[in-house]
């Protein structure tokens, strides 16, 4: 198999790898030269080493910004912060009771357009159950007049036929009035 081979100076130079060795070799026990972190990287770039450690050593070297504790204020000092600190709650307060009173009046409206909402909802259902009672109301009426309807051309048709019934039996009767029977034709 063909393995591949890394270059020395394939390797990123940059603080995060440099302080990271240079950690590395403190909690070791050695002390982290330009020399040994570019020995560990494997890179000949020693200047730039250099830089990344002279940062690293500002970092830890605790310059100005010394923490200090609250109680090893003067008084007069910590007066000054709790009156700051008050002055930011007042001022956080105010504005959570704006916001709350913000809500409230949003909640408020939105309740009165709910019961708005809610009022025309049940009229259109009662208008809804009117209409539909007199639409079916509606349909018996149809229904009752088709049935009527149908009656009466049930009715029409039997007279229809009774008429023409009668014709027939009025064309016979011509007929016969017509042609004398057979025995008054013969005569006496």
């Not at 940062?55 to 009156?83: Q, V």
């Not at 309807?149 to 011509?174: G, M, P, Y």
């Amino acid at each position: 198999m063909k393995q591949i081979r890394v270059k020395s100076n394939d390797v990123d130079i940059n603080f995060k790898n440099v302080a990271a060795i240079a950690d590395r070799m403190v909690w070791t026990g050695r002390l982290p030269t330009p020399d040994a972190v570019c020995e560990q990287l494997r890179v000949r770039s020693n200047g730039m080493v250099g830089k990344y450690l002279a940062f690293r050593r500002a970092e830890y070297s605790g310059g100005p910004a010394d923490k200090t504790h609250i109680a090893d204020l003067p008084s007069e000092l910590k007066h000054l912060l709790a009156e700051d600190f008050e002055r930011r709650v007042a001022a956080l307060k105010a504005k959570l009771d704006a916001e709350r009173a913000q809500i409230r009046l949003e909640g408020d409206r939105l309740a009165m357009v709910n019961e708005q909402r809610a009022s025309q909802v049940r009229e259109l259902n009662a208008a809804l159950r009117d209409s539909e009672s007199r639409a079916d109301e509606q349909a018996r009426r149809i229904a009752r007049l088709e049935n009527e309807i149908a009656s009466e051309r049930n009715l029409r048709t039997q007279l229809e036929q009774r008429i023409k019934d009668a014709r027939q039996e009025l064309t016979k009767v011509e007929h016969r009035l017509e042609d004398p029977p057979s025995d008054m034709a013969g005569g006496a």
